[in-house]
């Protein structure tokens, strides 16, 4: 290289560097200090009326797990947050699980329509995002609530006697989950099915597959990363659902937003508020890195 | 084992309804023996691909039947049907290497782990790609991904094996190659192929028999130097090869031409016929050669292994003749002259249309 282009390429790399330290400065900010904030408020010690003291404790961390007996001050496993962790996972899985299963035939519907009606199919698909979630949710709890309009339906047409009771349950929560994240399973997995070249079907059925084969064989492997991205997107902001749990739980189910949630209000204890917030983030994290994996492991093999 | 290996009896494919219906098949019945190399040949749109569908069971008749070994397989769905297809853009499985789409079709079925292997390594063998089992099909050249699409075919050990055009995506020279490679194939495996061209040069050197098609029909079918030599019609004549069409009415003894020669033809046809000869079934001779047709020459086109003479008859009717090349590759005419033309005895057929 010339001294010429050399200082050339130095030139344009000051140039983008210069360009680019107003996002980096941002990025710093408003995403890396906060969270710099909230590991150190996990070590303090929580005060009496909410805040933090700026003693180092361990007390919040502990609390994660375990909790201390009000009388004889033993340490047992702290049930109830135990609970609220398994209610998170368990019901993200769930959703994720439910998402896909009504989101493929959707994704796959619309990839086969003709290329000029695929933008009106996914239009329908994006318009529940024109509306605030807080008003979509409540919209779900006037449906399936006890004198709703699921409930009125079913008891005119003489299927039920008494309302069935949904709101307050994990199925109410599941309900709203699935309405509020099936999208983004739908979006990722409509770009994978909308590649799939087709030819490829009727070699499969050529070659003695049977229906279910070539799905299970030919479209849901080349269709992967789409799966998995759809799976996380869907996935993570259910870990963190905090709007859904509030309204169709009714403060009664809480997910581990709502938790946290608690701490930092009512709960007052910002550090354990903020060690959960940290799990959260954790588990998250972890699910994002087998993405990244299963995405990875797909480019070496192709 | 039946007589034929396939019959088509009557098939119909009409695509749309009403009157906007288009008949993309019109009644056609063929039938194709056991081991046999059968060309299915014809412009873009004449119904070849189609016809090939049916076979394969992608798409249903709309009426006819197709029997397969003499049992009626018109409805089968084509998983069913001990047919398989090379097609054209190859539809490799991507997310399986070399060797597991060659074992996808005995996976499918079931078989042993062990005998899919064998059968695996014994196709990879007869295509010659035994190094290349554990790759992706990305990383293979189209000519490699050709072969693969082959042994995936043929793995199973069909009765039929169809190929929609399979050598169309590949250059000039590795078509050459393959043309080679698909004749030893098929001899080492005995599989009857049905092969689809709109190639007719291909369709010439490998097959045993060829079934012309233009609009849906069949137009005929027989070997390749039947079709070539013995044209049933004009679409056949031109769509095979370069031929002279001449007007011209019949007598006995012959074709009468508008300029008053005669060109003996075997069979007599009166009334108004089509005489079709081959640019090499003219010589050309002195204009004052007894039995020659006065010809002026108005274009003379070199192309290496011969030279296209175009000449025009005293009626103006253009009439090309294919000299071939001496040594020198100079013919000796020059543009304007005068020649005669003299048929090869036996050459001209007479088309009735």
């Not at chain 2, 056991?34 to 076979?55: A, D, H, I």
């Not at chain 2, 695996?120 to 050249?141: D, F, N």
Request: one cysteine or more.
């Amino acid at each position: 290289m010339s001294a010429a282009e050399e200082a050339e390429r130095a030139r344009t790399t000051r140039n983008a560097w210069a360009l680019v330290t107003p996002a980096l400065i941002v990025l710093m900010a408003a995403a890396i200090g906060p969270l710099v904030l909230v590991l150190i408020y996990s070590f303090l010690t929580p005060g009496d009326y909410g805040n933090v003291v700026w003693s180092f404790s361990l007390e919040g961390w502990q609390k994660v797990v375990v909790e201390r007996d009000i009388f004889d001050e033993t340490l047992h496993l702290a049930q109830a947050h135990l609970t609220i962790f398994w209610r998170s996972v368990s019901l993200s899985l769930v959703t994720t699980l439910l998402s896909f299963f009504a989101g493929f035939p959707t994704a796959w519907f619309i990839a086969t329509r003709p290329a000029s009606q695929r933008a009106f199919w996914l239009f329908l698909i994006t318009l529940p995002f024109w509306t605030n979630l807080l008003i979509r949710t409540f919209a779900i709890n006037q449906i399936i609530r006890n004198e709703g309009l699921l409930n009125t339906i079913l008891l005119k047409l003489g299927i039920i006697s008494a309302p069935l009771q949904m709101t307050y349950t994990e199925g109410a929560l599941l309900i709203g989950m699935v309405y509020v994240y099936l999208p983004l399973m739908v979006l990722p997995l409509y770009a994978a099915l909308e590649r799939f070249d087709r030819r490829l079907l009727e070699a499969a059925y050529d070659l003695y597959a049977s229906r279910w084969q070539v799905l299970l064989r030919v479209v849901l492997p080349i269709a992967r990363p789409g799966i998995v991205a759809g799976s996380i997107l869907v996935f993570v902001p259910c870990l963190g659902a905090y709007v859904t749990p509030r309204i169709l739980g009714g403060g009664k189910l809480m997910m581990i937003g709502n938790f946290i949630e608690l701490q930092f209000g009512q709960g007052r204890n910002w550090p354990l508020g903020a060690a959960l917030s940290i799990v959260l983030l954790v588990i998250v994290m972890a699910a994002l890195l087998i993405y990244v994996r299963a995405i990875n492991g797909e480019k070496r093999g192709v | 084992m039946a007589k034929h290996i396939i019959s088509a009896r009557n098939l119909v494919k009409a695509f749309g309804t009403g009157e906007f219906a288009v008949r993309a098949l019109d009644t056609v019945s063929l039938d194709i023996r056991p081991g046999e190399f059968f060309t299915l040949l014809g412009p873009s749109g004449c119904g070849k691909t189609t016809l090939l569908r049916l076979f394969a069971g992608f798409e249903m008749p709309s009426a006819g039947t197709i029997l397969l070994d003499g049992e009626d397989v018109t409805v089968l769905p084509p998983n069913r049907r001990p047919i398989n297809t090379v097609f054209q853009s190859y539809a490799l499985f991507p997310h399986l290497t070399v060797a597991e789409n060659v074992g996808f079709a005995l996976k499918m079925q079931g078989k042993p782990r062990a005998e899919i292997e064998a059968t695996v390594a014994r196709m990879l063998a007869l295509v010659r790609l035994e190094a290349m089992a554990g790759r992706k099909i990305t990383q293979l050249s189209g000519g490699q991904q050709q072969r693969v699409a082959l042994a995936r075919a043929l793995a199973p050990h069909p009765k039929v094996l169809l190929l929609d055009e399979p050598l169309s995506a590949l250059d000039l020279k590795l078509r050459k190659e393959m043309q080679v490679e698909l004749k030893r194939l098929q001899n080492e495996t005995g599989i009857t192929f049905i092969f689809v061209t709109h190639d007719q040069e291909e369709a010439l050197t490998m097959s045993d028999r060829i079934a012309v098609m233009s609009a849906g029909k069949l137009q005929q079918v027989g070997t390749p130097k039947e079709i070539y030599t013995h044209p049933i019609n004009r679409f056949v004549a031109a769509f095979i090869g370069e031929t002279n069409f001449i007007e011209a009415v019949g007598e006995t003894g012959g074709a009468r031409l508008k300029t008053g020669d005669l060109i003996p033809v075997e069979g007599v046809l009166h009334g108004p016929v089509t005489v079709a000869i081959r640019p090499e079934q003219l010589r050309l001779v002195p204009p004052e050669t007894e039995g020659a047709i006065a010809a002026t020459v108005r274009d003379l086109v070199y192309f290496g292994t011969g030279t296209h003479c175009h000449m025009a008859l005293a009626d103006g009717t253009a009439l090309t003749a294919r000299l071939q090349s001496p040594a020198s590759g100079e013919i000796g005419l020059a543009l304007g002259e005068s020649v005669g033309v003299l048929p090869t005895p036996g050459a001209a057929q007479l088309l009735r249309e």
